[in-house]
């Protein structure tokens, strides 16, 4: 099933009724496929750029304070702005959640990731060209670095798989389910980044986005154990998925106990 993208953020009634009539006139191509793709390109490129840059700015300052504020503040922007147009995921662990809860079109799943992925190197790309090259070597280009060995693995990977759930969660539910959708979901997504990366920075860097540790990887060139940032995150997502379908989403969401 499709949500309506203006279902998903009504601010005010006026707006709904703008939004109902727009819902009653046909979407063309562009609207339909086009648009959404380039507002995953862009919102992907921002948040990520906002991100890596606040990564490289904080070499050598105890805390993640900075990093938080940035990723979560940035990102409440970008799907308060896009999310009209595109859902505002700007992560590939999201949009799996979101098409799989019944939010989205399978024919965009493909291109929306591949958006994503596109906008973390262009914004890493940006990054690393307005930072000084000591300072971007220092920080490993934003990239995730908290893996030091194997024995790391399986405690990075189950901090971002909670993380993860608990992104996905305030998606499904604060955005998509019908019963729990509010107003405020662009702002409860960026807080929950904020308050994960607070909690996890340390312990995994709190990626939560494959998008976003896949583009500092490639501007940077650091790979090592760049999968965990894959796998931790979308076997969150596919928690987020179980927990909606069958227990905690509305009657049209969930197909247990109807």
């Known amino acids: ?86 859902g505002g995921h700007f992560n590939p662990a999201v949009t799996v959640c979101v ?3 019944g939010g989205m079109e399978l024919i965009l799943l493909v291109p929306y990731v591949l958006a994503q992925l596109f906008g973390g190197m262009i914004g890493a790309g940006l990054a690393k060209a307005i930072s000084p090259p000591i300072q971007f070597s220092n920080a490993s280009g934003a990239a995730f670095t908290a893996i030091s060995s194997s024995a790391d693995v399986g405690a990075v990977t189950v901090a971002e798989m909670v993380m993860t759930l608990f992104l996905t969660m305030v998606v499904s539910m604060g955005a998509v389910n019908g019963r729990t959708r509010c107003q405020f979901a662009p702002f409860l997504i960026g807080l929950t980044v ?25 501007v940077a060139n650091h790979w090592a154990y760049h999968w965990v940032y894959w796998i931790g995150p979308m076997i969150g997502a596919l928690l987020t998925v179980s927990i909606v379908r069958l227990l905690m989403g509305d009657k049209k969401t969930r197909i247990l106990f109807k």
């Open 1 to 86: 099933m499709t949500e309506s993208k203006c279902e998903l953020f009504t601010v005010a009634s006026a707006e709904t009724v703008q939004c109902q009539k727009e819902q009653a006139e046909p979407m063309g191509f562009f609207e339909r496929y086009v648009q959404p793709c380039l507002a995953e390109l862009i919102g992907s490129t921002v948040f990520i750029f906002v991100g890596c840059i606040s990564v490289i700015g904080n070499v050598g300052i105890t805390g993640s304070i900075q990093p938080a504020l940035a990723h979560g503040l940035a990102l409440a922007i970008v799907v308060a702005v896009f999310g009209e147009i595109s």
């Open 99 to 101: 098409y799989l809860v």
């Open 194 to 218: 904020t308050a994960n990366i607070l909690a996890g920075g340390m312990i995994s860097g709190a990626c939560m986005n494959p998008a976003r540790a896949f583009g500092p990887a490639v």
